[in-house]
């Protein structure tokens, strides 16, 4: 008896796996088994066949029935009947997977010939990470992008992302943001392996002012204006840059009693090493003592007369200065090296959110407060996902934005997320 | 599942945990110890320390800007122009000019099955090349160790060795028995964070690890046959997925000229077993050139032994007694004699041979590396290092696998196993990631105690 082996491969979407088959709602699978059905029928011709299924992916084997029915009434379509379990003709499918996607693949066996097909699948989404605690974080994705992101200042209705080379105004839309224009930043030296940037609303809140290695933007927009129509300028610049921001004049009375928390903090500038990733040490603005060189720097508001500098230094040691004396603070043994205040109302009213994690690649935020010299732990760990690789307190500081470098598996870009972080009191 | 299971775990184990996350810091000698020639052409470790290709490999498998910042296909891939970037130096001085990368790519050309291109020339600030055959996958490929661009000739017209490029790093010479590199404070992608580089070449496994316990190596090797043991004695251990192939080649002529013997030789080795006994099950077995993590089809090609199919398929023909060389180490020398093994079971006579010195080869046993993540470009890059210039036009999974299967069913390579590279490191080093093909990312490495 001649046999002959007919190999089809259809690869599709394999999203939404939880929809049941026997929900109303469109089964994902509907499809790709009509697609796979198609191209199997017209390899074998109408008859009839065997149906086998197996599983070599994670899509969970409850699926598995649905897609046999799915495939039975679509092939029955197509005039290949799947009840001959006497029948030569065997259509194997497979569930099968690689790095980038999920596979759909059928082997239609008629002897020894062997063809192919296939379609793809789009990848499952992963499940947003919990966290728990006294205090409780809570993180929002604002954006994200597979450009490298440094800093990002969000307006009412525009969004400025610095990256290594370049500013990005992205306009938003009832769909998401949208990218309206991009600024080249000029650099004129190579960009170092571990590149930062700061940005800042202007004092009047029409603009901003963004630091990179070596360049100093300075940007103006009208709010009822679209980011297309806003204006940019870079200039090089050995400036040191603002690491505490001073008041903004806001209006509103949410803004000004964000405000309120602010008075009394002054700008304070930094000078940064351009061809390293750090911040040297000089400061000016303060009361004439300079810090060892730092990564990062805010500023404590625990009264109205004490207001410590708080520095990470690339020692790892977590100092403060006040008039004029650098004091350690303990309990800061699991700090990375970014933090940035949050003005959360809860428990002393003002938090250090500090990233550090057990690993490089699934960093977390977690608020500590700092009445003295020790850093207490306020909240659970609020795991990241990925890297942090900036943080700032936004202006009105209730909340702290991150950057967070998204852990890809090998074949899948790499993403850079912009996070919203805010704290609830339990 | 369990096999995405392990793939997953296998990615996660590609960058360094640390202990806690901070900041890179400058400054700083890295110690790393080799057992083979870090100049080994193409894949030896200092390559990419002093080089930088035209492109580079994004972790999404994309050919993204290197000293090249853009290009442009004409005429259905026949014809590309790369434009190159400008105020690079090499560690000579010397400005990147088209001359000299035109000469750099025109040496490329010497080796395996050749380069792409029919012809490569300059354009004003660009790069052109041309070819009688689509080149569709030129940017990715052009990324590999094979085309890295480095500065040939003196500004006086005086050869120079094969050391100078633009790369992060510039070779200082040997010092005190250690080949040594230090940082271009000038490279175009920012000087790397460590100042220097050691490496210890031609030691021992063995001496590798004695050294990393007692402190004086910061990255050595794990071959994957002792991944078991490395992770017995609790090494810190940075684990590629299965990048490297190892696979039979057998050559087309006299008597396995014929494919039914070429075929049986195929149904004849043991996959299983040298998986199992070999390389202590740290290898993915495997019959398909990709491995399944880029494909997820290479469960289409039967992985099972079938002795009295292949006793079938030789026909009873009297065999001369074949060569099978394999390089000297003691591992390759083991596999090859369970092979031999494997093959004599079946009716053939099959001596082996150490690879540098054999005469004759109608087998070998060689390693093939991955050389991205992409499955298109690394499909024709490991077809090219077999001597096939065909290119791969297709860029479906369907069309994937056409050209796998067509290939592989003239049974001149049989793939093996696929294994993973691994690397153990001391507590000192930072952001240790490895590329798609398994090699260590020593630009971006920094050293916890630097300051």
Same mark, same amino acid.
């Given at each position: 008896?001649?046999?002959?082996?007919?190999?089809?491969?259809?690869?599709?979407?394999?999203?939404?796996?939880?929809?049941?088959?026997?929900?109303?709602?469109?089964?994902?699978?509907?499809?790709?088994?009509?697609?796979?059905?198609?191209?199997?029928?017209?390899?074998?011709?109408?008859?009839?066949?065997?149906?086998?299924?197996?599983?070599?992916?994670?899509?969970?084997?409850?699926?598995?029935?649905?897609?046999?029915?799915?495939?039975?009434?679509?092939?029955?379509?197509?005039?290949?009947?799947?009840?001959?379990?006497?029948?030569?003709?065997?259509?194997?499918?497979?569930?099968?997977?690689?790095?980038?996607?999920?596979?759909?693949?059928?082997?239609?066996?008629?002897?020894?010939?062997?063809?192919?097909?296939?379609?793809?699948?789009?990848?499952?989404?992963?499940?947003?990470?919990?966290?728990?605690?006294?205090?409780?974080?809570?993180?929002?994705?604002?954006?994200?992008?597979?450009?490298?992101?440094?800093?990002?200042?969000?307006?009412?209705?525009?969004?400025?992302?610095?990256?290594?080379?370049?500013?990005?105004?992205?306009?938003?839309?009832?769909?998401?943001?949208?990218?309206?224009?991009?600024?080249?930043?000029?650099?004129?030296?190579?960009?170092?392996?571990?590149?930062?940037?700061?940005?800042?609303?202007?004092?009047?809140?029409?603009?901003?002012?963004?630091?990179?290695?070596?360049?100093?933007?300075?940007?103006?927009?009208?709010?009822?204006?679209?980011?297309?129509?806003?204006?940019?300028?870079?200039?090089?610049?050995?400036?040191?840059?603002?690491?505490?921001?001073?008041?903004?004049? &806001?209006?509103?009375?949410? =803004?000004? #009693? $964000?405000?309120? @928390?602010?008075?009394? *903090? !002054?700008?304070?500038?930094?000078?940064?090493?351009?061809?390293?990733?750090?911040?040297?040490?000089?400061?000016?603005?303060?009361?004439?003592?300079?810090?060892?060189?730092?990564?990062?720097?805010?500023?404590?508001?625990?009264?109205?007369?004490?207001?410590?500098?708080?520095?990470?230094?690339?020692?790892?040691?977590?100092?403060?200065?006040?008039?004029?004396?650098?004091?350690?603070?303990?309990?800061?043994?699991?700090?990375?090296?970014?933090?940035?205040?949050?003005?959360?109302?809860?428990?002393?009213?003002?938090?250090?959110?500090?990233?550090?994690?057990?690993?490089?690649?699934?960093?977390?935020?977690?608020?500590?407060?700092?009445?003295? &010299?020790?850093?207490?732990? =306020?909240? #659970? $760990?609020?795991? @990241?996902?990925?890297? *942090? !690789?900036?943080?700032?307190?936004?202006?009105?500081?209730?909340?702290?934005?991150?950057?967070?470098?998204?852990?890809?598996?090998?074949?899948?870009?790499?993403?850079?997320?912009?996070?919203?972080?805010?704290?609830?009191?339990? | 599942?369990?096999?995405?299971?392990?793939?997953?775990?296998?990615?996660?184990?590609?960058?360094?945990?640390?202990?806690?996350?901070?900041?890179?810091?400058?400054?700083?000698?890295?110690?790393?110890?080799?057992?083979?020639?870090?100049?080994?052409?193409?894949?030896?470790?200092?390559?990419?320390?002093?080089?930088?290709?035209?492109?580079?490999?994004?972790?999404?498998?994309?050919?993204?800007?290197?000293?090249?910042?853009?290009?442009?296909?004409?005429?259905?891939?026949?014809?590309?122009?790369?434009?190159?970037?400008?105020?690079?130096?090499?560690?000579?001085?010397?400005?990147?000019?088209?001359?000299?990368?035109?000469?750099?790519?025109?040496?490329?050309?010497?080796?395996?099955?050749?380069?792409?291109?029919?012809?490569?020339?300059?354009?004003?600030?660009?790069?052109?090349?041309?070819?009688?055959?689509?080149?569709?996958?030129?940017?990715?490929?052009?990324?590999?160790?094979?085309?890295?661009?480095?500065?040939?000739?003196?500004?006086?017209?005086?050869?120079?060795?094969?050391?100078?490029?633009?790369?992060?790093?510039?070779?200082?010479?040997?010092?005190?028995?250690?080949?040594?590199?230090?940082?271009?404070?000038?490279?175009?992608?920012?000087?790397?964070?460590?100042?220097?580089?050691?490496?210890?070449?031609?030691?021992?496994?063995?001496?590798?690890?004695?050294?990393?316990?007692?402190?004086?190596?910061?990255?050595?090797?794990?071959?994957?046959?002792?991944?078991?043991?490395?992770?017995?004695?609790?090494?810190?251990?940075?684990?590629?997925?299965?990048?490297?192939?190892?696979?039979?080649?057998?050559?087309?002529?006299?008597?396995?000229?014929?494919?039914?013997?070429?075929?049986?030789?195929?149904?004849?080795?043991?996959?299983?077993?040298?998986?199992?006994?070999?390389?202590?099950?740290?290898?993915?077995?495997?019959?398909?050139?990709?491995?399944?993590?880029?494909?997820?089809?290479?469960?289409?090609?039967?992985?099972?032994?079938?002795?009295?199919?292949?006793?079938?398929?030789?026909?009873?023909?009297?065999?001369?007694?074949?060569?099978?060389?394999?390089?000297?180490?003691?591992?390759?020398?083991?596999?090859?004699?369970?092979?031999?093994?494997?093959?004599?079971?079946?009716?053939?006579?099959?001596?082996?041979?150490?690879?540098?010195?054999?005469?004759?080869?109608?087998?070998?046993?060689?390693?093939?590396?991955?050389?991205?993540?992409?499955?298109?470009?690394?499909?024709?890059?490991?077809?090219?290092?077999?001597?096939?210039?065909?290119?791969?036009?297709?860029?479906?999974?369907?069309?994937?696998?056409?050209?796998?299967?067509?290939?592989?069913?003239?049974?001149?390579?049989?793939?093996?196993?696929?294994?993973?590279?691994?690397?153990?490191?001391?507590?000192?080093?930072?952001?240790?990631?490895?590329?798609?093909?398994?090699?260590?990312?020593?630009?971006?490495?920094?050293?916890?105690?630097?300051?």
């Amino acid at each position: 008896m001649k046999l002959a082996c007919i190999i089809a491969m259809v690869i599709g979407s394999l999203t939404g796996f939880a929809v049941q088959a026997q929900s109303t709602a469109p089964s994902p699978w509907q499809q790709p088994a009509a697609t796979l059905a198609e191209q199997v029928a017209a390899l074998l011709g109408p008859g009839q066949a065997q149906l086998t299924i197996r599983n070599l992916s994670t899509i969970p084997t409850e699926q598995i029935p649905a897609l046999r029915r799915l495939l039975s009434q679509e092939l029955k379509v197509h005039g290949v009947l799947t009840s001959g379990a006497e029948s030569a003709n065997i259509v194997r499918v497979t569930l099968s997977e690689n790095a980038r996607e999920r596979l759909l693949v059928a082997e239609v066996v008629e002897g020894d010939e062997s063809r192919v097909t296939m379609v793809r699948l789009d990848p499952g989404k992963a499940p947003q990470p919990q966290s728990a605690g006294g205090l409780t974080l809570r993180r929002q994705a604002i954006f994200t992008t597979s450009d490298q992101v440094l800093a990002a200042l969000e307006t009412p209705n525009g969004l400025v992302l610095i990256e290594p080379e370049e500013i990005v105004f992205l306009a938003r839309t009832p769909d998401g943001w949208h990218e309206q224009k991009r600024v080249g930043i000029g650099q004129t030296r190579p960009i170092t392996r571990d590149p930062r940037a700061m940005i800042y609303l202007s004092a009047d809140a029409g603009g901003f002012e963004a630091f990179t290695a070596g360049e100093v933007c300075t940007g103006s927009f009208q709010h009822a204006s679209p980011p297309a129509d806003w204006s940019v300028h870079c200039r090089e610049s050995d400036d040191p840059w603002t690491i505490v921001q001073p008041p903004v004049m &806001q209006t509103g009375t949410e =803004a000004q #009693a $964000a405000t309120q @928390m602010n008075i009394g *903090v !002054t700008p304070i500038k930094a000078f940064y090493n351009a061809a390293r990733n750090y911040f040297t040490g000089v400061i000016n603005g303060s009361s004439g003592v300079d810090l060892p060189p730092f990564y990062v720097a805010t500023q404590l508001v625990r009264s109205a007369a004490t207001m410590p500098l708080l520095a990470g230094g690339i020692d790892g040691k977590i100092q403060t200065l006040e008039n004029g004396k650098l004091r350690t603070v303990t309990g800061t043994r699991d700090w990375g090296s970014d933090f940035a205040v949050l003005h959360s109302g809860c428990g002393t009213g003002m938090q250090v959110v500090a990233s550090g994690s057990g690993a490089a690649t699934s960093d977390s935020l977690r608020a500590y407060e700092l009445p003295a &010299q020790e850093a207490i732990p =306020a909240s #659970a $760990a609020l795991a @990241m996902g990925g890297t *942090v !690789t900036a943080s700032w307190t936004e202006p009105e500081g209730k909340s702290v934005m991150a950057v967070v470098r998204m852990q890809a598996p090998v074949g899948q870009a790499e993403q850079y997320e912009v996070d919203r972080v805010t704290a609830s009191c339990n | 599942m369990l096999r995405q299971v392990v793939i997953s775990c296998l990615i996660a184990l590609a960058v360094l945990p640390a202990a806690a996350r901070t900041r890179p810091h400058y400054g700083g000698t890295l110690r790393i110890e080799v057992e083979g020639d870090p100049w080994k052409v193409p894949d030896g470790i200092a390559w990419s320390l002093v080089h930088d290709g035209l492109t580079r490999m994004d972790s999404n498998g994309t050919a993204i800007p290197a000293l090249a910042v853009r290009w442009e296909t004409q005429n259905d891939n026949h014809r590309w122009q790369f434009w190159l970037r400008p105020n690079v130096q090499f560690h000579s001085g010397w400005p990147l000019k088209p001359s000299t990368v035109v000469l750099s790519l025109s040496g490329s050309c010497r080796a395996d099955a050749g380069c792409p291109w029919t012809t490569v020339h300059a354009v004003g600030t660009s790069i052109v090349f041309t070819s009688d055959s689509p080149m569709p996958n030129l940017p990715a490929l052009l990324s590999g160790n094979g085309y890295l661009i480095g500065q040939a000739e003196s500004e006086e017209g005086k050869a120079l060795p094969g050391s100078v490029g633009t790369g992060p790093f510039h070779f200082v010479g040997l010092q005190n028995g250690a080949e040594t590199f230090e940082a271009n404070e000038g490279s175009w992608q920012g000087r790397p964070f460590v100042d220097k580089i050691e490496i210890f070449s031609h030691k021992s496994i063995h001496d590798q690890w004695l050294d990393l316990s007692v402190g004086r190596a910061d990255i050595v090797e794990v071959p994957a046959e002792q991944l078991r043991v490395a992770q017995q004695q609790h090494l810190t251990l940075l684990t590629s997925p299965p990048v490297t192939l190892l696979a039979l080649a057998v050559a087309d002529s006299s008597l396995l000229s014929n494919p039914n013997i070429r075929g049986a030789i195929a149904l004849a080795v043991d996959r299983s077993a040298l998986s199992n006994v070999i390389f202590q099950k740290q290898g993915e077995v495997t019959a398909s050139l990709l491995p399944s993590a880029l494909t997820g089809y290479s469960f289409l090609f039967p992985i099972e032994r079938d002795l009295n199919k292949a006793h079938e398929m030789r026909g009873g023909l009297a065999t001369p007694a074949l060569t099978l060389a394999a390089d000297n180490s003691a591992t390759m020398q083991l596999a090859a004699q369970r092979l031999a093994l494997n093959l004599h079971e079946a009716g053939f006579n099959v001596q082996v041979a150490n690879a540098a010195t054999a005469q004759h080869k109608d087998l070998a046993l060689i390693q093939l590396t991955l050389a991205s993540g992409q499955p298109q470009s690394s499909l024709e890059s490991m077809l090219r290092s077999v001597g096939v210039s065909t290119p791969v036009i297709e860029n479906t999974p369907a069309g994937l696998y056409k050209t796998e299967h067509e290939f592989l069913e003239t049974h001149t390579l049989i793939p093996l196993l696929y294994l993973p590279r691994a690397y153990a490191v001391s507590g000192r080093v930072r952001d240790l990631r490895l590329s798609a093909s398994g090699s260590p990312l020593l630009a971006d490495v920094s050293l916890q105690d630097a300051q």
